[in-house]
């Protein structure tokens, strides 16, 4: 298992910008595939987005074309760049790593699927 922190959260009006560092500890960091999830208030995990260790990412639909992930495997981070951000984007945002065969349907991942998990980090958009 690698060890995950979020920093970076905070306030921000919608359309703005936020980005997002996750740190991790641990030697296996590059073998990872990394997620970005987030919970709003009331509603369930859900999946944002999603980096191989090679860079190949995907995204759910509700954050395509707004929201990027990135790596650096040198520094073991991943981050997650959230622009043009509306109200529906206030939640906490929690980075996970898992040794999961990567596939980008997201249909087919699990908050189980992960065996890492940060603290995670509160993002709130004002309107």
């Known amino acids: 298992q690698v060890q995950l922190v979020e920093s970076g959260g905070g306030l921000v009006q919608a359309g703005g910008s936020l980005r997002v560092p996750c740190a991790a500890s641990g030697s296996i960091f590059s073998s990872n595939v990394m997620g970005w999830y987030r919970q709003a208030p009331g509603k369930q995990r859900e999946l944002v987005a999603l980096?191989?260790?090679?860079?190949?990412?995907t995204y759910a639909d509700s954050v395509k074309g707004r929201f990027a992930i990135s790596r650096d495997n040198a520094k073991n981070t991943v981050y997650l760049q959230m622009n043009s951000l509306n109200p529906e984007g206030t939640a906490v945002y929690y980075c996970?790593?898992?040794?999961?065969?990567?596939?980008?349907?997201?249909?087919?991942?699990?908050?189980?699927?992960?065996?890492?998990w940060g603290q995670g980090t509160q993002v709130t958009v004002s309107s």
């Open positions: 980096i191989t260790s090679g860079g190949t990412t």
């Open positions: 996970a790593a898992t040794l999961r065969t990567f596939t980008c349907d997201f249909v087919a991942w699990w908050p189980s699927d992960f065996d890492s």
